[in-house]
């Protein structure tokens, strides 16, 4: 008797205590190599290029990050603040990258009518998304990654606020140059 109360016991806790599976992660950590993609994509500055990867931006800092939906109000406000800061970031040797799992037409309408100046990827089964811990389907999860020249992650934000978090990701990136 004493066992089966003291089974009941830790099963209750482990069924309802689920602090530490909601804390735990899957994005790759500081130092990991960065997961490779090729993803379709727009870049209205580079409207010929259509299919993107890695390694294009080998020798470069690479800020990718993940984001729901174009046109929605948290996404355009993310948007917004990294094509404002897009000359910062090139001082710097930065690239930026926008993945979510709308199509090229959605990301070419949302860069001509939000003016944003940067490559935005599309990655509608999430493949690339779940990668870097940032799938929650049908939809990316808001995370960021700064990779290094030398293609590892050198800093991450998992969960980001908007508000801000260019001018967040652009002061790190000074602390590592």
Same mark, same amino acid.
């Given at each position: 008797?004493?066992?089966l109360v ?67 109000a948290g996404?355009?406000l993310e ?35 939000? &003016?944003?100046?940067? !490559?935005? +990827?599309?990655? %509608? @089964? #999430?493949? *690339? /998304?779940?990668?870097?811990? =940032?799938?929650? $389907?049908?939809? &990316?999860?808001?995370? !960021?990654? +700064?990779?290094? %020249? @030398? #293609?590892? *992650? /050198?800093?991450?934000?998992? =969960?980001?606020? $908007? ?15």
């Amino acid at each position: 008797m004493r066992n089966l109360v003291l089974s009941i016991f830790i099963s209750f806790i482990l069924l309802f205590n689920c602090n530490s599976a909601v804390a735990f992660d899957f994005a790759p950590e500081v130092g990991d190599i960065a997961p490779n993609f090729q993803l379709e994509g727009f870049n209205k500055n580079i409207k010929s290029k259509k299919i993107w990867k890695l390694n294009d931006f080998q020798g470069k800092w690479l800020v990718m990050y993940f984001y729901p939906k174009d046109f929605t109000a948290g996404c355009t406000l993310e948007a917004k603040g990294f094509s404002e800061l897009k000359k910062d970031f090139s001082k710097y040797n930065a690239e930026i990258v926008g993945i979510s799992a709308d199509n090229q037409d959605s990301h070419e309408n949302f860069c001509s009518e939000k &003016s944003i100046n940067y !490559t935005l +990827l599309s990655d %509608p @089964e #999430g493949i *690339i /998304s779940d990668k870097y811990g =940032s799938w929650i $389907p049908p939809f &990316s999860d808001r995370n !960021t990654f +700064l990779i290094s %020249p @030398e #293609g590892k *992650i /050198s800093y991450r934000w998992i =969960s980001v606020l $908007p508000i801000n978090h260019a001018k967040e990701v652009l002061n790190v990136l000074k602390k590592k140059i």
